[in-house]
């Protein structure tokens, strides 16, 4: 053959490459830092500090190649949302309070991997993050707006009072930062198609090279940033704000770590890595602690960076810590340049980099399968209409009442056998199969629970009642992989209502652990004679007096 494998890559060659990752996406975070800082109603240097240490921690601790710990967009809305909510507009009091929920965040961070909830995200179903994101982003860009038009500020997102404050201000747009904001924004969209080109570092240096221009029109400058550390215990919540900010501190790990968890999975499973869930959340809470004790924003593996991080060829976890490297010298050697960063440029940089977000086409699938559409739409207008926090936290009740209202509608299928075959299938979807003759076979088709149990079994009931030759029961409860109490009263319940009518109770295809569960229960109704069916067939084809019953629930003799 005349190809030949390509060797693989040396360490130097991935420290190389890792080197060549982290000055690329340095460039990239910094102004993104500054950015969300903006977002959070916080000083530039809030987001700066965060993701220093966000960088150190994840790129000595952490176990994914590709996450870059930083400051998101999604977090510093739920931030601000909260820091309103808490401390009013006053921005030292809000600087204050802020410290404190990154704090309590990372906390609570360090508590859930010591309690080992590696599957904590998956409280955050994927449909109620996607339709989050999407109203996350347009309320994210409606409130840049008046930065990037030279607009008075807006408090809250309530959407609706958002674009009314808009529209009666808009006559106070001023041209130049107008101008100047709009120019940054198709330069960052016309960068999407030109390989290689930093669309942010570009619009970051023409904004400094025109600072002095922009700031005699009227623009305004990023300005000081003071990088200081304020190491400290943030200011503890006093009476009545303790509740609330352990509310917004476990909204903001679920926010972080429902994000943070998709672009680790995501990058792990694109590369065949392993993914330690448990350590991510111990690492992130750790930086999120340090975090807050400088009196940073709260930190979490964004998408956009971690692919960032990935595009640029990154190889290991020495790209984030040479980013972190990059960054000190950046803020050292020019941090008077970034000071005069002006804020529309800031503005566009945010809009751009949440309106990947706006695609339509990522619920595009709930529509095809017929699928959560109204979880996927209930998330967007949540947002949108009750604000970040308060939507969140309803999009998320709402997926799971709705899934609570697909397992406690009763679902009860009459199972026959195909001919020629040893399959029992719904007779409703097949009408080929057929019941075996004395013989009704049961399929619950969700897991019984407390919610469902006695409807489903009473469902059952209605079933042998409509058989008037009061025929043998079996009961396929192969979609129960564990049953509470309230499930195993019913089962009894109903196995004595078939005893009291001279009806065989057959349980067939359960699990290990529920055949476990019924044998250390030892109710009367079922012996274990009626639990040993392992395959439905196997209840079928039992002779009558192998599990026969007295009406009294008690085997024959």
Known sequence: MNATAAAPATPGANRGADVLAGLSIAGLLLPEAVAYSGIAGLPPQAGVIALFVGLVCYGLLGRSRYAIVSATSSSAAVLAAGTLALA??????????????????????????????????????????????????????????????????????????????????????????????????????LCEHVRRLPGSLLVIVLGVAASGWLAAHGV?????INLAPAWGWPTWPTG???????????????????????????FALKHGDTVEANRDLLVIGLANALSGLLHGMPLGAGYSGTSANEAAGARSRLAGLVAAATLLVMVLLLLRWIERIPEPVLAAIVIHAVSKSWR????????????????????????LALGILNGLLVAIAFSLVMLLRQLATPRLSVLGKLPGSHDFVGVDEHPAALPPPGMLILRPEEPLFFANAESILALARQRVASHADGPAVVLSLEESPDLDSTAL?????????????????????????????????????????????????????????????????????
Not at 121 to 148: D, E, H, M, Y
Not at 524 to 535: I, T
């Open 489 to 557: 009263e019913a089962l009894a319940d109903f196995a004595a209502w078939l005893g009291a009518r001279g009806i065989v109770l057959r349980v067939a295809r359960l699990k290990d652990s529920v055949h476990d569960l019924l044998l250390r229960a030892a109710l009367p109704q079922l012996p274990p004679q009626a639990l040993d069916y392992w395959s439905v067939e196997d209840a079928v084809t039992a002779t009558p007096s192998s599990s026969a019953q007295q009406p009294n629930g008690t085997p024959t003799q």
């Open 360 to 383: 339509l086409s990522v619920f595009k699938p709930y529509l095809q399968w017929r699928r959560d559409r109204l979880v996927a739409l209930a998330a967007v207008v949540a947002v």
């Open 88 to 189: 009013g507009p006053d921005a030292v009091s809000r600087a204050a309070v802020a410290a404190t929920l990154v704090l309590l965040t990372g906390g609570c961070f360090l508590l859930a991997g010591a309690a080992r909830l590696g599957g904590l995200s998956q409280l955050i179903a994927r449909p109620v993050l996607r339709g989050f994101t999407f109203g996350l982003a347009c309320v994210i860009a409606l409130k840049q707006l008046p930065n990037l038009f030279g607009l008075p500020g807006l408090h809250g997102d309530f959407v609706p009072l958002l674009l009314a404050t808009l529209l009666q201000a808009i006559h106070l747009i001023q041209p130049a930062t107008a101008g100047a904001g709009v120019i940054a924004l198709l330069l960052l969209f």
């Open 220 to 224: 305004a400058l990023t300005g000081a």
């Open 240 to 266: 009545n704000q303790w509740l609330p900010s352990i509310e917004l501190a476990v909204a903001l790990l679920l926010v972080l770590y429902a994000e943070s968890y998709g672009a680790i999975r995501a």
